[in-house]
Protein backbone atom coordinates (compact mmCIF):
# COMPACT_ATOMS: atom_id res chain seq x y z
CA UNK A 1 0.00 0.00 0.00
CA UNK A 2 0.98 3.39 0.20
CA UNK A 3 2.94 3.24 3.73
CA UNK A 4 5.04 0.07 2.13
CA UNK A 5 5.75 2.95 -0.71
CA UNK A 6 6.60 5.62 1.71
CA UNK A 7 9.04 3.20 3.98
CA UNK A 8 11.06 2.77 0.64
CA UNK A 9 11.01 6.20 -0.11
CA UNK A 10 12.55 7.25 3.31
CA UNK A 11 14.67 4.35 2.68
CA UNK A 12 16.09 6.05 -0.10
CA UNK A 13 16.29 9.22 0.93
CA UNK A 14 18.43 8.19 4.06
CA UNK A 15 21.01 5.85 2.42
CA UNK A 16 23.69 8.65 2.10
CA UNK A 17 22.84 9.69 5.40
CA UNK A 18 23.39 5.49 6.53
CA UNK A 19 26.68 5.46 4.79
CA UNK A 20 28.10 8.16 6.35
CA UNK A 21 27.43 6.96 9.79
CA UNK A 22 28.83 3.71 8.81
CA UNK A 23 31.74 5.57 7.99
CA UNK A 24 31.94 7.30 11.14
CA UNK A 25 30.95 3.95 13.12
CA UNK A 26 34.23 2.13 11.58
CA UNK A 27 36.20 4.70 12.17
CA UNK A 28 35.36 5.04 15.74
CA UNK A 29 35.66 1.22 16.59
CA UNK A 30 39.18 1.47 14.84
CA UNK A 31 40.18 4.18 17.06
CA UNK A 32 38.23 2.05 20.39
CA UNK A 33 40.63 -1.34 19.45
CA UNK A 34 43.72 0.74 19.04
CA UNK A 35 43.20 2.16 22.35
CA UNK A 36 41.89 -1.29 24.06
CA UNK A 37 44.82 -2.17 22.54
CA UNK A 38 47.44 0.35 24.37
CA UNK A 39 45.14 -0.44 27.88
CA UNK A 40 45.77 -4.01 27.59
CA UNK A 41 49.53 -3.33 26.87
CA UNK A 42 50.31 -0.83 29.75
CA UNK A 43 48.20 -3.97 32.29
CA UNK A 44 50.83 -6.44 30.65
CA UNK A 45 53.99 -3.70 31.93
CA UNK A 46 54.62 -2.61 28.08
CA UNK A 47 55.83 0.66 27.85
CA UNK A 48 53.80 3.17 25.60
CA UNK A 49 56.07 4.95 23.06
CA UNK A 50 55.34 8.34 22.33
CA UNK A 51 54.84 7.85 18.69
CA UNK A 52 52.19 5.67 19.48
CA UNK A 53 50.59 7.55 22.32
CA UNK A 54 50.65 11.42 19.82
CA UNK A 55 48.91 8.77 17.01
CA UNK A 56 46.59 7.90 19.45
CA UNK A 57 44.95 11.43 20.37
CA UNK A 58 45.55 12.79 17.04
CA UNK A 59 43.27 10.10 15.90
CA UNK A 60 40.89 11.10 18.46
CA UNK A 61 40.87 15.16 17.82
CA UNK A 62 41.14 15.24 14.23
CA UNK A 63 44.72 17.69 15.23
CA UNK A 64 48.26 16.77 13.84
CA UNK A 65 50.54 16.97 16.68
CA UNK A 66 53.41 19.10 16.96
CA UNK A 67 56.78 17.09 17.85
CA UNK A 68 57.30 17.34 21.66
CA UNK A 69 53.51 18.34 22.32
CA UNK A 70 52.92 15.56 24.09
CA UNK A 71 55.67 14.69 26.89
CA UNK A 72 54.53 10.73 28.36
CA UNK A 73 57.24 11.69 30.99
CA UNK A 74 54.53 13.93 32.40
CA UNK A 75 51.29 12.93 33.62
CA UNK A 76 47.65 14.06 31.58
CA UNK A 77 49.49 16.15 29.10
CA UNK A 78 47.67 14.24 26.48
CA UNK A 79 44.74 14.91 28.14
CA UNK A 80 44.95 17.80 28.43
CA UNK A 81 45.90 18.64 24.74
CA UNK A 82 42.36 16.66 24.00
CA UNK A 83 40.80 18.48 26.39
CA UNK A 84 41.82 21.90 25.63
CA UNK A 85 41.09 20.69 21.70
CA UNK A 86 37.10 20.17 22.90
CA UNK A 87 36.95 23.68 24.31
CA UNK A 88 38.87 25.31 21.65
CA UNK A 89 36.14 23.85 19.11
CA UNK A 90 33.56 24.93 22.01
CA UNK A 91 34.72 28.28 21.57
CA UNK A 92 35.00 28.17 17.80
CA UNK A 93 31.29 27.25 17.47
CA UNK A 94 30.29 29.98 20.08
CA UNK A 95 32.04 32.51 17.23
CA UNK A 96 30.57 31.27 14.50
CA UNK A 97 27.00 31.93 16.13
CA UNK A 98 26.75 35.72 17.12
CA UNK A 99 24.20 37.46 17.55
CA UNK A 100 23.00 39.69 14.95
CA UNK A 101 22.22 43.12 15.47
CA UNK A 102 19.04 44.11 14.66
CA UNK A 103 17.86 46.40 11.82
CA UNK A 104 15.41 49.38 10.87
CA UNK A 105 13.10 47.44 8.75
CA UNK A 106 10.64 50.95 8.36
CA UNK A 107 13.54 51.81 6.40
CA UNK A 108 13.89 48.36 4.46
CA UNK A 109 10.53 48.27 3.77
CA UNK A 110 10.82 52.30 2.57
CA UNK A 111 13.87 51.48 0.14
CA UNK A 112 12.44 48.03 -1.32
CA UNK A 113 9.81 50.68 -2.97
CA UNK A 114 11.65 53.49 -3.78
CA UNK A 115 15.49 52.51 -4.71
CA UNK A 116 16.92 52.29 -7.78
CA UNK A 117 16.97 48.39 -9.26
CA UNK A 118 20.34 48.31 -8.97
CA UNK A 119 20.06 49.02 -5.21
CA UNK A 120 16.93 46.84 -4.68
CA UNK A 121 18.78 43.64 -6.02
CA UNK A 122 21.92 44.12 -3.86
CA UNK A 123 19.21 45.10 -0.55
CA UNK A 124 16.79 42.35 -1.15
CA UNK A 125 20.39 39.68 -1.59
CA UNK A 126 21.60 41.17 1.70
CA UNK A 127 18.18 40.19 3.88
CA UNK A 128 18.48 36.72 2.02
CA UNK A 129 21.93 36.16 2.94
CA UNK A 130 21.11 37.31 6.39
CA UNK A 131 18.83 34.07 6.71
CA UNK A 132 20.75 31.74 4.26
CA UNK A 133 24.16 32.42 5.75
CA UNK A 134 22.89 32.40 9.36
CA UNK A 135 24.24 29.66 11.53
CA UNK A 136 21.08 26.92 12.22
CA UNK A 137 19.76 26.94 14.87
CA UNK A 138 19.37 29.85 17.24
CA UNK A 139 20.68 32.42 15.54
CA UNK A 140 18.58 31.36 12.15
CA UNK A 141 15.31 31.00 14.11
CA UNK A 142 16.08 34.89 15.57
CA UNK A 143 16.45 35.82 11.84
CA UNK A 144 13.52 34.37 10.71
CA UNK A 145 11.21 35.55 13.91
CA UNK A 146 12.59 38.53 13.01
CA UNK A 147 11.71 39.22 9.39
CA UNK A 148 7.87 37.36 10.26
CA UNK A 149 7.82 39.92 13.60
CA UNK A 150 8.36 42.97 10.96
CA UNK A 151 6.71 41.14 8.02
CA UNK A 152 8.99 41.54 5.71
CA UNK A 153 7.32 40.42 2.85
CA UNK A 154 3.69 41.77 3.54
CA UNK A 155 1.92 38.89 4.36
CA UNK A 156 -0.73 41.57 6.25
CA UNK A 157 -3.04 42.28 3.62
CA UNK A 158 -4.01 45.57 5.10
CA UNK A 159 -0.60 46.60 4.96
CA UNK A 160 0.85 49.33 2.31
CA UNK A 161 3.97 46.73 2.17
CA UNK A 162 2.08 43.74 0.90
CA UNK A 163 1.71 46.17 -2.55
CA UNK A 164 5.59 46.61 -2.78
CA UNK A 165 6.43 42.81 -2.41
CA UNK A 166 3.71 42.19 -5.08
CA UNK A 167 5.02 44.80 -7.35
CA UNK A 168 8.60 43.48 -7.12
CA UNK A 169 7.58 40.05 -8.15
CA UNK A 170 5.64 41.26 -10.96
CA UNK A 171 8.55 44.08 -12.00
CA UNK A 172 9.88 44.97 -15.64
CA UNK A 173 13.38 44.11 -14.06
CA UNK A 174 14.34 40.93 -14.32
CA UNK A 175 16.87 41.28 -11.60
CA UNK A 176 14.21 42.64 -8.94
CA UNK A 177 11.91 39.32 -9.75
CA UNK A 178 14.75 36.93 -9.60
CA UNK A 179 16.04 38.43 -5.93
CA UNK A 180 12.41 38.69 -4.74
CA UNK A 181 11.77 35.33 -5.64
CA UNK A 182 14.77 34.25 -3.96
CA UNK A 183 14.14 35.43 -0.97
CA UNK A 184 10.50 34.37 -0.82
CA UNK A 185 11.90 30.97 -1.61
CA UNK A 186 14.58 31.45 0.99
CA UNK A 187 11.95 32.23 3.74
CA UNK A 188 9.73 28.92 2.43
CA UNK A 189 12.37 26.98 3.19
CA UNK A 190 11.87 26.54 6.97
CA UNK A 191 8.97 25.39 8.83
CA UNK A 192 7.92 29.14 10.65
CA UNK A 193 8.48 31.00 7.12
CA UNK A 194 6.45 28.70 5.67
CA UNK A 195 3.78 29.34 8.50
CA UNK A 196 4.01 33.35 8.33
CA UNK A 197 3.42 33.13 4.05
CA UNK A 198 0.45 30.64 5.08
CA UNK A 199 -1.34 33.59 6.53
CA UNK A 200 -2.45 34.70 3.30
CA UNK A 201 -1.85 32.03 1.14
CA UNK A 202 -4.75 32.37 -1.61
CA UNK A 203 -3.80 35.84 -2.63
CA UNK A 204 -0.03 34.72 -2.52
CA UNK A 205 -0.44 31.54 -4.27
CA UNK A 206 -2.41 33.68 -6.97
CA UNK A 207 0.19 35.65 -7.42
CA UNK A 208 3.32 33.05 -7.28
CA UNK A 209 1.24 30.90 -10.24
CA UNK A 210 1.07 34.26 -11.72
CA UNK A 211 5.18 34.47 -12.21
CA UNK A 212 5.02 31.11 -13.42
CA UNK A 213 2.90 31.93 -16.29
CA UNK A 214 4.08 34.97 -17.20
CA UNK A 215 8.00 34.63 -16.98
CA UNK A 216 9.67 33.44 -20.35
CA UNK A 217 11.45 30.10 -20.16
CA UNK A 218 12.87 28.28 -17.31
CA UNK A 219 14.35 31.83 -16.22
CA UNK A 220 15.94 31.53 -12.46
CA UNK A 221 12.59 33.83 -11.08
CA UNK A 222 10.57 30.97 -12.13
CA UNK A 223 12.82 28.63 -10.49
CA UNK A 224 12.70 30.25 -7.26
CA UNK A 225 9.20 30.61 -7.11
CA UNK A 226 8.87 27.12 -7.97
CA UNK A 227 10.80 25.69 -5.01
CA UNK A 228 8.88 28.33 -2.86
CA UNK A 229 5.30 26.31 -4.39
CA UNK A 230 6.45 23.24 -3.93
CA UNK A 231 8.09 24.06 -0.46
CA UNK A 232 4.70 25.59 0.51
CA UNK A 233 2.79 22.23 -1.07
CA UNK A 234 4.31 20.75 2.35
CA UNK A 235 0.65 22.48 3.63
CA UNK A 236 -2.33 20.56 2.61
CA UNK A 237 -4.72 23.59 2.75
CA UNK A 238 -2.24 25.08 0.41
CA UNK A 239 -1.82 22.09 -2.19
CA UNK A 240 -6.07 22.28 -2.08
CA UNK A 241 -5.58 26.06 -2.96
CA UNK A 242 -3.12 24.93 -5.28
CA UNK A 243 -5.09 22.38 -7.22
CA UNK A 244 -7.76 24.54 -7.76
CA UNK A 245 -6.08 27.13 -9.07
CA UNK A 246 -4.66 24.74 -11.96
CA UNK A 247 -1.19 23.99 -10.55
CA UNK A 248 -1.27 20.65 -12.42
CA UNK A 249 -2.02 21.95 -15.79
CA UNK A 250 0.96 24.12 -15.31
CA UNK A 251 3.23 21.77 -13.99
CA UNK A 252 2.76 19.09 -17.02
CA UNK A 253 2.98 22.05 -19.31
CA UNK A 254 6.41 22.70 -17.89
CA UNK A 255 7.10 19.28 -18.20
CA UNK A 256 6.32 18.55 -21.92
CA UNK A 257 9.93 20.14 -22.79
CA UNK A 258 12.03 18.61 -20.10
CA UNK A 259 15.00 19.52 -22.32
CA UNK A 260 14.94 23.24 -21.91
CA UNK A 261 14.28 22.32 -17.96
CA UNK A 262 17.05 22.67 -15.24
CA UNK A 263 18.35 20.11 -12.95
CA UNK A 264 16.93 22.78 -10.18
CA UNK A 265 12.95 22.90 -11.69
CA UNK A 266 13.11 19.37 -13.13
CA UNK A 267 13.35 18.39 -9.51
CA UNK A 268 11.06 20.63 -7.46
CA UNK A 269 8.37 20.36 -10.71
CA UNK A 270 8.53 16.71 -9.96
CA UNK A 271 7.97 16.48 -5.91
CA UNK A 272 5.08 19.43 -6.47
CA UNK A 273 3.51 17.13 -9.04
CA UNK A 274 3.60 14.05 -6.33
CA UNK A 275 2.53 16.10 -3.64
CA UNK A 276 -0.71 17.58 -5.23
CA UNK A 277 -1.26 13.87 -7.11
CA UNK A 278 -1.24 12.27 -3.77
CA UNK A 279 -4.32 14.20 -2.80
CA UNK A 280 -7.67 12.65 -4.39
CA UNK A 281 -8.73 15.86 -5.82
CA UNK A 282 -5.53 16.05 -7.59
CA UNK A 283 -5.92 12.28 -8.96
CA UNK A 284 -9.74 13.71 -9.99
CA UNK A 285 -8.06 16.50 -11.91
CA UNK A 286 -5.59 14.10 -13.50
CA UNK A 287 -8.40 11.96 -14.95
CA UNK A 288 -9.12 13.60 -17.83
CA UNK A 289 -5.15 14.61 -18.51
CA UNK A 290 -4.56 10.82 -17.71
CA UNK A 291 -2.97 10.11 -21.36
CA UNK A 292 -0.56 13.19 -21.32
CA UNK A 293 0.62 12.63 -18.10
CA UNK A 294 1.25 9.01 -17.95
CA UNK A 295 3.41 9.95 -20.96
CA UNK A 296 5.79 12.90 -19.28
CA UNK A 297 6.07 10.22 -15.84
CA UNK A 298 7.29 7.77 -18.17
CA UNK A 299 9.97 9.96 -19.64
CA UNK A 300 11.16 10.77 -16.52
CA UNK A 301 10.88 7.31 -15.08
CA UNK A 302 14.61 6.58 -16.02
CA UNK A 303 16.18 10.06 -15.12
CA UNK A 304 19.80 9.74 -13.62
CA UNK A 305 18.69 11.64 -9.85
CA UNK A 306 17.73 8.84 -8.08
CA UNK A 307 15.24 11.85 -6.16
CA UNK A 308 13.21 12.27 -9.40
CA UNK A 309 12.98 8.75 -9.99
CA UNK A 310 11.19 8.52 -6.93
CA UNK A 311 8.74 11.23 -7.17
CA UNK A 312 8.12 9.75 -10.88
CA UNK A 313 6.97 5.94 -8.72
CA UNK A 314 5.22 7.99 -5.94
CA UNK A 315 3.42 10.00 -8.52
CA UNK A 316 2.55 6.76 -10.68
CA UNK A 317 1.75 4.91 -7.79
CA UNK A 318 -0.71 7.58 -6.73
CA UNK A 319 -2.68 7.96 -9.90
CA UNK A 320 -2.98 4.16 -10.72
CA UNK A 321 -5.58 3.97 -7.90
CA UNK A 322 -7.84 5.93 -9.84
CA UNK A 323 -9.68 3.31 -12.58
CA UNK A 324 -9.67 5.20 -15.46
CA UNK A 325 -6.26 6.08 -15.22
CA UNK A 326 -5.39 2.07 -14.43
CA UNK A 327 -7.43 1.57 -17.75
CA UNK A 328 -5.45 4.18 -19.99
CA UNK A 329 -1.86 3.17 -18.32
CA UNK A 330 -2.61 -0.66 -18.99
CA UNK A 331 -3.77 0.71 -22.94
CA UNK A 332 -0.21 1.70 -23.17
CA UNK A 333 1.40 -1.49 -22.28
CA UNK A 334 2.80 -0.09 -19.08
CA UNK A 335 3.36 -3.27 -16.76
CA UNK A 336 5.23 -4.74 -19.03
CA UNK A 337 7.56 -1.65 -19.38
CA UNK A 338 7.97 -1.25 -15.77
CA UNK A 339 8.80 -5.13 -15.70
CA UNK A 340 11.81 -4.80 -17.84
CA UNK A 341 12.48 -1.34 -15.97
CA UNK A 342 12.70 -3.41 -12.35
CA UNK A 343 15.54 -5.77 -14.25
CA UNK A 344 18.15 -3.04 -14.19
CA UNK A 345 17.14 -0.65 -11.31
CA UNK A 346 18.28 -0.26 -7.48
CA UNK A 347 16.30 -2.84 -5.36
CA UNK A 348 14.68 0.45 -3.61
CA UNK A 349 13.63 1.26 -6.61
CA UNK A 350 13.16 -2.01 -7.97
CA UNK A 351 10.50 -2.29 -4.73
CA UNK A 352 9.02 0.70 -6.01
CA UNK A 353 8.32 -0.39 -9.49
CA UNK A 354 7.36 -3.81 -8.15
CA UNK A 355 4.23 -1.63 -6.21
CA UNK A 356 3.48 -0.05 -8.84
CA UNK A 357 3.00 -2.70 -11.60
CA UNK A 358 0.87 -4.36 -8.41
CA UNK A 359 -1.27 -1.44 -8.55
CA UNK A 360 -1.44 -1.43 -12.32
CA UNK A 361 -3.14 -4.95 -12.15
CA UNK A 362 -5.63 -4.21 -8.99
CA UNK A 363 -8.96 -3.59 -9.34
CA UNK A 364 -9.17 -2.49 -6.18
CA UNK A 365 -11.15 0.87 -5.29
CA UNK A 366 -9.78 3.85 -4.43
CA UNK A 367 -12.75 4.81 -2.23
CA UNK A 368 -10.85 4.10 0.81
CA UNK A 369 -7.60 6.07 0.75
CA UNK A 370 -9.54 8.87 -1.04
CA UNK A 371 -11.31 9.23 1.88
CA UNK A 372 -7.98 9.20 4.30
CA UNK A 373 -6.58 11.90 1.80
CA UNK A 374 -9.79 13.96 2.12
CA UNK A 375 -9.88 13.41 6.50
CA UNK A 376 -6.37 14.71 6.30
CA UNK A 377 -7.51 18.03 5.02
CA UNK A 378 -8.46 18.97 8.83
CA UNK A 379 -4.78 18.27 9.32
CA UNK A 380 -2.34 20.94 8.45
CA UNK A 381 1.07 19.65 10.33
CA UNK A 382 4.27 20.15 8.86
CA UNK A 383 6.51 17.12 8.47
CA UNK A 384 9.66 18.15 7.70
CA UNK A 385 12.72 19.30 9.72
CA UNK A 386 14.43 22.78 8.84
CA UNK A 387 17.36 21.64 6.62
CA UNK A 388 20.89 22.78 8.15
CA UNK A 389 21.67 24.33 4.66
CA UNK A 390 19.21 26.28 2.36
CA UNK A 391 19.62 26.04 -1.74
CA UNK A 392 18.49 29.11 -2.96
CA UNK A 393 21.66 30.85 -2.86
CA UNK A 394 23.16 28.91 -5.90
CA UNK A 395 23.69 30.75 -9.52
CA UNK A 396 23.19 33.86 -8.54
CA UNK A 397 23.28 36.31 -11.35
CA UNK A 398 23.87 39.06 -9.66
CA UNK A 399 27.57 39.50 -10.62
CA UNK A 400 26.74 40.78 -14.26
CA UNK A 401 25.86 44.00 -12.39
CA UNK A 402 29.95 44.38 -12.15
CA UNK A 403 30.73 45.29 -8.72
CA UNK A 404 33.34 47.07 -7.19
CA UNK A 405 35.15 45.49 -3.99
CA UNK A 406 34.16 49.18 -2.01
CA UNK A 407 30.38 48.59 -2.85
CA UNK A 408 28.45 47.35 0.17
CA UNK A 409 27.24 44.04 0.00
CA UNK A 410 25.07 41.51 2.65
CA UNK A 411 25.53 42.23 5.86
CA UNK A 412 28.29 44.93 5.61
CA UNK A 413 25.06 46.90 4.13
CA UNK A 414 22.48 45.84 6.46
CA UNK A 415 25.20 47.11 8.81
CA UNK A 416 26.33 50.26 7.34
CA UNK A 417 22.66 51.55 6.29
CA UNK A 418 20.19 49.99 8.25
CA UNK A 419 21.30 49.20 11.99
CA UNK A 420 18.59 49.58 14.52
CA UNK A 421 18.76 51.59 17.69
CA UNK A 422 20.12 48.44 19.84
CA UNK A 423 21.10 44.62 19.01
CA UNK A 424 18.23 42.48 18.85
CA UNK A 425 16.70 41.84 22.35
CA UNK A 426 14.18 39.25 21.27
CA UNK A 427 14.46 35.84 23.16
CA UNK A 428 14.48 32.25 20.85
CA UNK A 429 12.92 29.76 22.99
CA UNK A 430 14.02 26.31 22.08
CA UNK A 431 10.64 24.12 20.71
CA UNK A 432 10.11 21.22 23.03
CA UNK A 433 10.10 18.16 20.97
CA UNK A 434 7.02 16.77 20.16
CA UNK A 435 6.28 13.13 20.94
CA UNK A 436 4.43 11.35 17.86
CA UNK A 437 3.40 7.84 17.92
CA UNK A 438 4.31 6.10 15.03
CA UNK A 439 1.78 3.69 13.84
CA UNK A 440 1.49 1.51 10.50
CA UNK A 441 -1.50 3.56 9.15
CA UNK A 442 1.05 6.89 9.42
CA UNK A 443 -0.15 9.87 7.31
CA UNK A 444 1.99 9.01 3.85
CA UNK A 445 4.35 12.11 3.88
CA UNK A 446 4.42 14.88 0.94
CA UNK A 447 8.25 15.80 -0.23
Known sequence: SKRIFEADERDLKSFDRLAKLQGEYQNLLAISVELLSALEDALSGKMMTPDRLESLVARVTGHSIEPKQIDVSRPKTATGFMMASIQAAGMQALKDAPLLPSINYDKIKSDLKRLSERERVTLLQALRWRLTKSVAGEQRDAVISSYIEHDLLGCDKNSSHNDTMSSNLRSKAELVREYTARLYNAVASLSKGRTYLCSQHVD????????LVTEKGDSPARQNVLGCVQKLSLSRKLQTVMIEQGMIEWLLSALRDQDSLSEYSLHYAAALLMNLCLRSSGKRRCVALAGEILKILLELIEHDDLEIRSYVNGTLYSLLGEASIREEASAMG???????????SEPGLASQLEYIVQQLASDKSNDEDDALSEDEDEEDEEIEEDPEELDVDVDESIDSLGFDGDELT??????????GIMTSSFSVTKPKKKMVPRHFDENLIAF
Open 410 to 419: GERLLCENYL
Open 334 to 344: MAAYLEGLMTS
Open 204 to 211: LLALLNEV
